[in-house]
């Protein structure tokens, strides 16, 4: 945790706002985030579902990277009223918008790793 008045932090949040590149990565997140937004351009997934998709991801990180992407508008939940309730996670319009910069990431990575292994 950074304090409130923290210059890092201030440094942070004025980047954010000022560059629109800054401000997407700020949303797509470090690690976990793009690999669940990668997964969901395949579709709706339940949260089990999702945690078996990227099994090295915690429970706790990936209900809170869920949380925050929909606080963000990229996915949204939906409970169903059954017993058990059923949720599902889908993205958004705005979330769909970014399958083709995560599809281009995707094959750079593959790229890139094809090319350091040869190395």
Sequence with gaps: MRKESSVNLENEQALETDCPFIFALSLMGKRWKPAILWKMTEGIYRFGEMKRAIPQISEKMLTQHLRELETDGLITRTIYPEMPPRVEYALTE????????????????????????KA
């Excluded at 979330?95 to 292994?117: M, R």
Aim: cysteine-free; overall charge positive.
């Design 94 to 117: 705005l979330g769909l918008s970014l399958q083709p910069i995560l599809q281009q990431l995707n094959d750079w990575g593959e790229n890139t790793k094809k090319i350091k292994s």
